[in-house]
């Protein structure tokens, strides 16, 4: 009993996670950058729905759509003025703007909320008790909701124009531009798909956890970029994965051991996953051609 | 006809001043006796300021961590900027020179004597730093790139974790009342002594070995360089002073706690090494300055201060994606061994020709 | 005795079979091409011999040693150097560092002594630094030592890229492709460049090349790969009759 009612908090984590790491997977796949400002995202896409419940009273679904919205927009913007500048440069200099992105969106929220907000709870409070294993709404909906959004991206991944084009310019971006596809406007419409996805995460972890500040992008951002690293990172099925197997490592070790240990036993395991499988579990090197 | 005739003058005499100033530069630079002056110099000023308060207090206290970051900028750019990896847990390397330093002189050195055996503590830092970072090195092996980044992270992680669940040295609290033995003369020393090492590093045969992993590791390895043996060594070295600058920053900060070697601290050494310039000493001594004084000057703007900091980083980045001095180094760091080199072969090979000829 | 001997070389990726069964036998001072359409695992199997892979099956012994196995570096210093298709200086360093990286294996001094600048530190570098110093005169790039090496004309970058594999003092040089992208009378003077190089640094070589032209007039054994199976093996006159080479060959316009 005790196993199953974790098992829940597993898919709800795991959930959370998943929809980040979706977004870091999916812009490193395209342009292999690591966007260290996704964590950030994620927070801004929290702060935007307790913004909007809180001074414009709106219910769920347009906090939600807003919110996905306005960090889509938000990510679009942010690639078009800070990424694509870069595109020739040396990577790690994209990734040091990455970072200064993140870190301006911090502190710009922190200017404004310098003390933790509380967000309004937009959601029913029914808990459902089966059998001794209680079950909320509210995980009911992340995790079908999570559930549902993951399916949706693999199939527009799969079986649309724009994922082909995607896969596309993962595997060889100098070609798709000759086939007349605009690299810039798939590069924004990934950006707007993961980015969206991570304020889906920041509104539901929201009313999971209600009371936010500024920094909760940088702790789940950097695990969640774990998770897809773990997963293979670029590849969307092994961040669906990692997000999973974080949130299972991280539940079970509380679960059963002293909570402190919790980040220590999963950043080891990390290091053991990854020297068996350097590249993820469903990665695959990029061969070097010599 | 006459607004022009004004217009050239400006022009020139613009240029002039432009010129002029470039040539009181190139006199500096080329005057390699400029190097040991200032060294003295700020030798007998690393004595004179504090003894004598010629500037307060607190502006000591951000000179002291001008030159632990320095240090710590420099130590990172051996693995970041020459070697071109990802490293994000320095962080994790300063730590532990910081608690094994602060352990040393809390609990193992007789306290009459502490301020004797506080290099010995610094050392001691270093040396723990260096053999920890066999933990980082040896997945760097088979590993590069992203993956590697996310290895040192985890490792930040780990070390931090670890630190946390250890309750005789503090635990989450961390350790309070270390004796503040961390003085100016003290960091200068440790700086210079890093500087020198490092450059002298960086101008070896391992140095070039380290460029060279950087520029093509496959080929590298081809051309017979011990790829091994060259990241084993400067992550080595890199860790090392780490440590050093932890050790100092203990001693001074007076408290650490795992929280203090966090993520965050790791990305203020990356942006410190990104803003001078990745592949160059004097790019690290400028990155390391221009952003602590920078996060002084700007505290009154209180919050905005760090709203400002990264916007201008970006913006660094946009214009100048090598950083502040790219590549470029200093005459000064150069060995004058290497810096005169060709132009003796080229003199001593006229006149062999010379000689053969005649 | 054999420089060189490959037996039985076979290498796989994943599924798929780049090199069936090679075999070589390289007596010293030999000059031997390795031809074949594109694809065909010719630089396979320089990669082979080199450490870059290490081959599925089969052995490659070199002086008797066993290289499979090896790391690129352990069998560098053993005595086997090469050139890529594609250049790959160190394009960010100057060309004096890229002769000197080479040298690597053969500084005589240790970290502690690079550490401080001490001991045998000074003579060691001012030794390396005239023995590439050298080198580079010999062939005539000692002009440029301090150019960057990405700024050099594509001519004098592939001068490079060989010079740097003879300062590592090889036994065996394995060329591949030094030809491409070069014009007839280019190619000429490559010819009299490879010949030169031979003498002077008594190698044994091993050419992977296209260039029917320069195939022709400087091998004095051929050895034609198609999907990484040998298809014919002897002197240049036999080779360019054989039937089952013009075959593979058919369409891509080589006879020049």
């Not at chain 1, 509210?138 to 693999?154: E, H, P, T």
């Not at chain 3, 001068?159 to 280019?186: Q, V, Y």
């Not at chain 3, 240049?236 to 080589?254: D, M, R, W």
Request: with cysteine.
């Amino acid at each position: 009993m005790y196993i199953i009612q974790q098992l829940i908090n597993v898919l709800q984590l795991g959930s959370v996670y998943a929809l980040i790491a979706l977004g870091y997977t999916m812009v490193y796949g395209i342009i292999r950058l690591i966007n260290f400002a996704h964590g950030d995202l994620f927070m801004v896409g929290a702060f935007i729905s307790f913004i909007v419940a809180t001074y414009l009273k709106l219910p769920f679904i347009p906090t939600l759509l807003i919110s996905m919205t306005a960090v889509a927009m938000l990510g679009v913007n942010i690639e078009r003025l800070a990424y694509r500048p870069l595109r020739q440069a040396p990577r790690m200099s994209a990734v040091i703007t990455a970072l200064g992105v993140g870190l301006f969106l911090e502190n710009l929220i922190l200017v404004f909320y310098p003390y933790p907000q509380s967000v309004p709870i937009l959601l029913p409070t029914i808990v459902w008790n089966l059998g001794g294993i209680s079950i909320s709404f509210l995980q009911v909906l992340i995790i079908g909701l999570s559930l549902f959004l993951m399916l949706i991206l693999d199939l527009i991944v799969r079986h649309t124009m724009v994922g082909m084009a995607m896969r596309a310019i993962s595997s060889n971006k100098t070609i798709v531009p000759l086939m007349g596809v605009s690299v810039d406007k798939i590069i924004s419409i990934t950006f707007a798909l993961g980015t969206g996805l991570a304020a889906v995460a920041g509104v539901m972890y929201s009313q999971a956890f209600p009371v936010i500040d500024p920094y909760i992008g940088i702790l789940i951002g950097w695990q969640a970029f774990i998770c897809a690293v773990v997963g293979g990172i670029g590849n969307i099925r092994g961040a669906m994965l990692g997000g999973f197997i974080l949130a299972a490592v991280q539940i079970m070790v509380v679960a059963f051991l002293p909570s402190t240990y919790r980040d220590f036993v999963t950043f080891t395991l990390l290091l053991v996953i990854l020297s068996f499988r350097p590249y993820g579990i469903l990665g695959k090197p990029s061969m070097e051609k010599v | 006809m006459k607004i022009t005739k004004v217009k050239t003058e400006e022009k020139s005499n613009a240029r002039g001043v432009a010129w002029y100033l470039r040539d009181r530069w190139e006199a500096i630079a080329n005057n390699r006796l400029m190097l040991p002056i200032l060294l003295m110099v700020g030798f007998v000023l690393s004595f004179a300021i504090p003894q004598f308060n010629l500037v307060n207090p607190y502006v000591q206290i951000i000179i002291m961590y001008i030159g632990i970051n320095i240090i710590l900028t420099t130590s990172l750019n051996i693995v970041n900027g020459y070697m071109g990896e990802f490293s994000i847990g320095h962080a994790g390397f300063m730590a532990v020179g910081a608690y094994v330093s602060s352990l040393l002189t809390l609990y193992v050195f007789p306290r009459s004597l502490v301020f004797l055996f506080f290099p010995l503590g610094i050392i001691a830092g270093g040396v723990v730093a260096a053999l920890v970072s066999l933990i980082v090195a040896i997945p760097s092996f088979k590993t590069r790139g992203d993956y590697l980044a996310i290895i040192t992270l985890a490792f930040l992680f780990i070390v931090k974790s670890v630190l946390e669940n250890i309750s005789a040295i503090g635990g989450p609290r961390g350790i309070v009342g270390i004796d503040k033995l961390t003085t100016m003369p003290w960091v200068f020393f440790f700086t210079v002594l890093s500087l020198w090492v490092i450059r002298n590093f960086i101008h070896s045969n391992y140095g070039r070995g380290v460029l060279s992993i950087r520029e093509d590791e496959v080929a590298s390895r081809l051309m017979s360089v011990n790829t091994r043996q060259v990241k084993f060594l400067a992550f080595a070295v890199s860790s090392f002073f780490a440590g050093v600058a932890g050790a100092l920053f203990a001693h001074l900060l007076q408290f650490i706690s795992p929280r203090v070697f966090d993520v965050l601290k790791s990305t203020d050494i990356l942006i410190m090494v990104y803003l001078g310039g990745i592949g160059s000493i004097a790019g690290s001594i400028l990155g390391a300055t221009i952003y602590t004084v920078l996060l002084e000057v700007l505290r009154p703007l209180g919050m905005f201060r760090m709203v400002l900091m990264p916007l201008l980083l970006v913006f660094l980045m946009l214009y100048r994606p090598r950083g502040i001095m790219g590549l470029r180094e200093l005459r000064w760091f150069v060995p004058i061994q290497d810096l005169k080199f060709v132009k003796r072969w080229r003199r001593k090979k006229v006149s062999t020709d010379g000689n053969s000829a005649s | 005795m054999a420089i060189l001997q490959a037996k039985n070389v076979t290498h796989y990726f994943g599924g798929l079979c780049a090199v069936s069964d090679f075999n070589l036998s390289l007596e010293k001072g030999e000059l031997v091409g390795i031809i074949g359409p594109n694809g065909a695992g010719k630089t396979t199997i320089f990669n082979l011999i080199t450490g870059v892979y290490r081959a599925s099956q089969g052995t490659i012994k070199f002086n008797d040693v066993e290289l499979v196995g090896k790391g690129p570096n352990q069998i560098t210093a053993l005595g086997v150097a090469r050139t890529f298709q594609n250049i790959r200086l160190f394009k960010d360093l100057t060309v004096l560092d890229n002769v000197r990286i080479a040298c690597y294996s053969r500084a005589g001094y240790g970290p502690w002594e690079a550490l401080f600048h001490i001991g045998r530190y000074s003579r060691e570098e001012e030794r390396i630094a005239n023995l590439a110093m050298d080198l580079l005169a010999m062939f005539n790039l000692d002009g440029v030592a301090e150019e960057i090496s990405k700024n050099l004309p594509y001519g004098l970058q592939r001068r490079l890229e060989i010079a740097r594999a003879i300062a590592t003092s090889p036994k065996l040089l394995l060329l591949d492709e030094p030809a491409a992208g070069m014009d007839p009378a280019e190619i000429d003077q490559l010819m009299e460049f490879i010949r030169w190089i031979r003498e002077k640094f008594d190698l044994t070589i091993i050419l992977v090349e296209h260039q029917m032209r320069l195939v022709m007039k400087i091998c004095e054994r051929l050895q034609v790969l198609d999907f990484g199976v040998t298809l014919a093996e002897g002197l240049p006159v036999q080779i360019q009759n054989n039937p089952k080479v013009l075959e593979a060959y058919l369409g891509k316009g080589s006879q020049e």
